[in-house]
């Protein structure tokens, strides 16, 4: 990992498109601004985190409701005889 100081103001660039700039500083709070292509997804790590834990949660779920209704798990498609 990269470890950098920078003040208020200050920037970054990772590679030739992306600039991370401090924008302020509220006591121990940094607010940084982003500047990169559209096309590249900028996101929180604790948001994705929490997604993540959703998203297990939701199959764990699922798991547990098909194991107590058989009938809920999607059916075996239809086997069709060779020509």
């Known amino acids: 990992m ?3 100081t920078r003040r208020n ?3 970054i660039r990772i590679g030739t498109d992306i600039e991370v700039r401090v924008i302020r500083i509220e006591g121990d709070r940094v607010v940084l601004g982003f500047d990169a292509p559209r ?3 900028v996101f929180r790590s604790e948001l994705l985190s929490e ?4 998203v ?3 199959a764990t779920e699922r ?3 098909r194991a107590l209704m058989p009938s809920l798990a999607p059916a075996a498609a239809p086997k ?3 020509a």
Do not use: H, K, W
Not at 51 to 54: F, I, L, Q, R, Y
């Open 2 to 4: 990269l470890v950098l």
């Open 51 to 54: 997604v993540a834990e959703e």
């Open 39 to 41: 096309e590249i997804p």
């Open 56 to 58: 297990q949660r939701a």
């Open 9 to 11: 103001g200050q920037a």
């Open 80 to 82: 069709t005889p060779p």
């Open 63 to 65: 798991d547990l409701v």
